[in-house]
């Protein structure tokens, strides 16, 4: 069993930064590989970004390629979202999610632990 908590969420205005933060409890957080994603009001659930287990390989969604960058501190058990250049259309739920393997994936139904999720607001 995994426990997620994400934190860091908030209001920003378009053009901030927000750094989301998600700590792991739980398994051997070194053994997870660890997704963000997120899902907006009546939208689906959708990929953000991911990070293998070492940090060799990560993932982003074209979306937010260039502005977010997901990194982790397997020493802290904890994996972050830095967003920065935010946009209106970023406002979500921000979930973090976490699989027993090597590689990261890019789809929810390839993870198995998910946190309860923190809400992101950008304003115009």
């Known amino acids: 069993q995994v426990w997620l908590v994400e934190s860091g969420g908030g209001l920003v205005q378009a053009g901030g930064s927000l750094r989301l933060s998600c700590a792991a409890s739980?398994?051997?957080?070194?053994?997870?590989?660890m997704g963000w994603f997120r899902q907006g009001p009546g939208k689906e659930r959708v990929f953000v970004a991911a990070i293998s287990r070492s940090s060799s390989n990560t993932d982003y969604a074209d979306s937010v390629k260039g502005r977010f960058t997901i990194s982790r501190d397997n020493a802290k058990n904890t994996v972050y979202l830095q967003m920065n250049s935010l946009k209106p259309e970023d406002t979500a739920v921000y979930y973090c999610a976490a699989r027993g393997t090597m590689a990261p994936a890019t789809t929810y139904t390839e993870y198995d632990y998910w946190g309860q999720g923190t809400q992101v607001t950008v304003s115009s």
């Open positions: 739980g398994r051997i957080f070194s053994m997870l590989a």
